[in-house]
């Protein structure tokens, strides 16, 4: 009973991650309907070298370190993603073991014509996620079990 309750407990930070991030989520979606592309890449269109902040910028959204809750560090789009946003968690005793220090990713994606997000757990598609493997450390990730089905490949 304890390990799966721990499971829930991490679940549910995860959760508040995806709560924050779903301000993102809307503005991306406001350039796309605006703009009928993703947005672009800073350093291209802008002249920006800062990432984050001029992101956060042009989608009209928060500070980067002002995006965070009681378990979530921060919520980051990053120059040159097209919008992607990381979650990234406290490294501190309130967040889940399993969590702290660690990340997710959700990702737009208009190849079908419309805008879907893609949740993941690492930036790319392939590699484990949330422990070290024989080929690449993946520690810094949030470990699959406990996104939410969506988010598993």
């Not at 309750?5 to 605006?34: D, F, I, M, P």
Request: with cysteine.
């Amino acid at each position: 009973a304890i390990p799966q309750y721990q499971n829930y407990v991490a679940r549910t930070q995860v959760a508040e991650g995806l709560s924050l991030v779903t301000v993102v989520k809307t503005a991306v979606a406001e350039y796309y309907s605006v703009h009928g592309v993703l947005p672009p890449n800073p350093d291209d269109t802008l002249g920006a070298t800062d990432g984050h902040e001029i992101m956060h910028e042009l989608l009209g959204l928060p500070n980067w370190l002002d995006m965070s809750g009681k378990y979530v560090k921060w919520v980051a789009v990053y120059k040159g993603s097209s919008g992607r946003a990381q979650v990234r968690f406290h490294d501190t005793d309130d967040v889940h073991s399993e969590l702290r220090n660690r990340r997710f990713y959700l990702t737009p994606d208009i190849s079908t014509g419309s805008l879907i997000w893609i949740c993941s757990c690492t930036p790319g598609t392939s590699g484990t996620c949330g422990e070290a493997d024989d080929h690449e450390d993946h520690s810094g990730y949030v470990a699959e079990k406990y996104l939410p089905t969506a988010c598993k490949r």
